[in-house]
């Protein structure tokens, strides 16, 4: 299980850094049950140095309770500490796109205006991000037949969980 999850973690840090999707911080908390304090050091050797891993004190408040989460979920920050998304099971699944999309869309969305923290070319990052979306849904899109066509808009839904 370790092994899997910090593989594809590693992976999407990998993937949105290649993209350009950069100075993004990316911690795991252990969580506070004896079982998963003795296995601190293999969760920590799975993930790599570019991966926080931070280790639970069992006499302080549980972290996840803190937050109003749980052990496998997903809190994604935006750049001014503000929650964006809070992504449980299923959608806290590697496997699927909800981390991903939701961390692209913190990392570009706009909400405060000028900010100190915004990265240099982030416009030009996050303009690629959303052309290569828009190129996805139009190969999907279906093709109109028969003797009217018309255009179909498809636009990405985008829900805060």
């Given amino acids: 299980c370790f092994f899997t999850f910090s ?30 304090q003795r296995k601190f050091h293999l969760l920590k050797e799975s993930v790599s140095d570019y991966i926080t891993v931070y280790q639970q004190d069992e006499q302080q408040a549980d972290v996840w309770t803190t937050l109003n989460g749980s052990k496998d979920d997903f809190l994604i920050y935006d750049r001014c500490g503000r ?17 991903e999309e939701s961390i692209k869309i913190a990392y570009c969305e706009n909400k405060c205006g000028n900010c100190s923290y915004t990265e ?42």
């Fill in 83 to 99: 929650l964006v998304y809070h992504l449980g099971l299923p959608y806290s699944f590697l496997s699927f796109q909800y981390v």
């Fill in 120 to 161: 240099p070319g982030i416009d030009d990052v996050c303009e690629n991000i959303t052309k290569s979306a828009d190129e996805k849904l139009a190969e999907i899109e279906p093709k109109p037949t028969g003797q009217h066509s018309h255009q179909h808009n498809l636009r990405r839904h985008r829900h805060h969980h």
């Fill in 7 to 36: 593989t594809r973690l590693e992976d999407l840090r990998v993937k949105l850094e290649n993209e350009g999707l950069v100075n993004i911080s990316y911690v795991v908390v252990n969580h506070q049950g004896p079982y998963s």
